[in-house]
């Protein structure tokens, strides 16, 4: 069973900064598309920022330029990030790690986090 476990958010003031974390195995994590997404009440869970196996990033628009996905350069600790800047109070949600298998053996993965919440206050 895959596990991912998501750290980091909690209350922001708008115009910071906050860093979430979200670990699993390092294989996992290397042989994966790892992905961030949020869901805040009352609607749809969305596609934040994503990163491939080959480090590729790509970010939804309401977050482009203000966050960055990345994964710790040692590849053992299994860990990546969203480094949150310039935060809004319509970011404000529940942020939710994935992970999607691409690696052959790894096809069929398809893992969530329990979410860690974000609360931007104006």
């Known amino acids: 069973q895959v596990q991912l476990v998501e750290s980091g958010g909690g209350l922001v003031q708008a115009g910071g900064s906050t860093r979430l974390s979200c670990t699993a195995s390092?294989?996992?994590?290397?042989?994966?598309?790892m992905s961030w997404y949020r869901q805040a009440p009352g609607k749809e869970r969305e596609l934040v920022a994503r990163i491939t196996s080959r480090s590729t990033t790509d970010y939804s628009d309401s977050v482009r330029g203000r966050f960055t996905i990345s994964r710790d350069r040692d590849i053992r600790k299994g860990a990546i990030y969203l480094q949150m800047n310039s935060l809004k109070p319509e970011d404000t949600a529940v942020y939710y790690c994935?992970?999607?298998?691409?690696?052959?053996?790894?096809?069929?993965?398809?893992?969530w986090g329990q979410g860690t919440q974000v609360t931007v206050s104006s």
């Open positions: 994935n992970a999607a298998g691409t690696s052959a053996w790894a096809r069929g993965i398809n893992a």
């Open positions: 390092a294989r996992i994590v290397s042989d994966s598309t």
